[in-house]
């Protein structure tokens, strides 16, 4: 088997993760190409792999029931979300609107 490469799904499982590896190919009857995912349990050993990383999984020896592959390396690490570092902007600038904002009772000409 050779080397594959996608993205992880999954990583609640200790030294685990789950990726979906997606693949391409031509359909003859209906002569369109067909997109079709896999998911592949691989071992991830210092737990180094977040859900949206870019990941490519090398084959091994079977490792469990389920994992048959590698975690050879993470080639995109994912974007995380932080919502207390956006929270604190956000607080700021709505106090800032409604000072100079006109309230509801007063007309607009």
Known sequence: MKPVVGVVVSN???KSVVVAVDRLFHHKLYNRYVKRTSKFMAHDEHNQCNIGD???LDPSRPLSKHKHWIVAEILKKARIYDPTSLGTTIGSSSK???STSPS???AIN
Do not use: C, L
Request: no cysteine; hydrophobic share 15%; aromatic share 0%.
């Open 12 to 14: 609640k499982m200790q």
């Open 54 to 56: 870019r990941v490519r």
């Open 96 to 98: 800032t609107d409604k």
């Open 104 to 106: 509801s009772g007063e």
